[in-house]
């Protein structure tokens, strides 16, 4: 079984400032790892995934994550934010051969001008 | 219309009324999936069908009933629910069961009177 801790339940943060959520997993078994963004009133969204390859992935809308394997990690970085990221953050990992996906508890950005 | 669609958006029940969800993907999937989410907690999975066969039943109550008619519909039955039952219903799919990205609606805001 996996689990997935999100660090921080909410994150303000200024317009045009650099943010960062951070991610960590546990598991028995490789992984693969997404994160998801919901807007509000809307379904989740994926951003980005990581499945093998360079530990570095980048997704949509600017975003990129850092996949970590010793530190168990997978934290999520925009280098400037619009004040239409302000959204929820989901972070998830599965197992290779499996379909379960373990969801973190989110983390709340609110982008202020 | 495209993606993953859900119907009604905003339900608002009694709690011995019976209603359903319903969920549509238009892209062709083999697998869907049923979602709760509460406030800042995980997305709970709650039922997982593929190819019309129901594979998960993750300890959900009997007073929710899946039915999947096809591969591009999926039916959340409701009745005798409780107030603790209230939260965002997530339907999602995706192209097979492992393996793969899962794609998702908007949700149903439920709440139980």
């Known amino acids: 079984a996996q689990s997935v801790t999100q660090l921080d339940s909410q994150v303000p943060v200024f317009e045009e400032a650099p943010v960062e959520l951070r991610c960590n997993y546990s598991?028995?078994?490789?992984?693969?790892l997404f994160w998801y963004v919901q807007y509000p009133n809307q379904g989740l969204q994926l951003l980005l995934k990581y499945l093998s390859g360079s530990t570095l992935v980048k997704g949509i809308n600017g975003f990129e994550a850092e996949f970590n394997k010793s530190q168990t990690s997978f934290h999520l970085r925009k280098p400037s934010v619009h004040i239409s990221d302000t959204a929820e953050y989901f972070c998830?990992?599965?197992?290779?051969?499996?379909?379960?996906?373990?969801f973190g508890a989110g983390t709340t950005v609110t982008v202020r001008a | 219309e495209t993606g993953v669609t859900q119907t009604p958006r905003h339900l608002v029940m009694g709690m011995t009324n019976k209603k359903s969800l319903k969920c549509e993907q238009h892209?062709?999937?083999?697998?869907m999936y049923w979602y709760k989410q509460s406030a800042k907690k995980p997305l709970e999975l709650m039922f997982v069908?593929?190819?019309?066969?129901?594979?998960e039943n993750n300890s959900v109550p009997s007073r929710f009933s899946p039915e999947c008619p096809n591969s591009s519909h999926l039916f959340l039955h409701l009745h005798t629910l409780q107030p603790e039952d209230s939260a965002l219903y997530l339907c999602a799919s995706s192209p097979r069961l492992a393996g793969d990205e899962q794609f998702f609606g908007p949700g149903t805001r439920l709440t139980v009177l």
């Open positions: 892209l062709g999937h083999n697998a």
């Open positions: 998830a990992v599965r197992s290779l051969n499996d379909y379960k996906l373990s």
């Open positions: 069908y593929s190819l019309e066969e129901r594979v």
């Open positions: 598991s028995s078994v490789s992984v693969y």
